[in-house]
């Protein structure tokens, strides 16, 4: 796959985290956590409690441009709101 944002080839492998890696249009502070999030959980995982979860998630078929630094991976999105 050729990266979208430059056009050079990317490789595949396997992005690890701890915990899952949230995204947010919010800007975060010391003081306040953000009331609108989308979580990312690996497609497989369980993610039916915060005991089940692993809290090492593997994302496997994750593409990585080494020369602009993209990152392209699925998952599992976790909508939350507060
Ligand atoms: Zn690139």
Do not use: I
């Not at 690890?16 to 999030?37: A, C, G, K, M």
């Not at 692993?54 to 939350?80: H, I, M, N, Q, Y």
Request: net charge neutral; hydrophobic share 30%.
């Amino acid at each position: 796959m050729n990266c979208p944002q430059c056009g050079q080839e990317m490789r595949c492998g396997n992005l690890h985290t701890r915990n899952y890696p949230f995204w947010t249009q919010q800007e975060l502070s010391f003081f306040r956590s953000p009331t609108d999030t989308v979580e990312v959980a690996p497609l497989d995982d369980d993610t039916t409690s915060m005991f089940t979860r692993d809290p090492f998630p593997t994302f496997p078929g994750a593409w990585l441009c080494r020369s602009c630094g993209l990152v392209v991976f699925s998952g599992k999105l976790l909508e939350k709101r507060k």
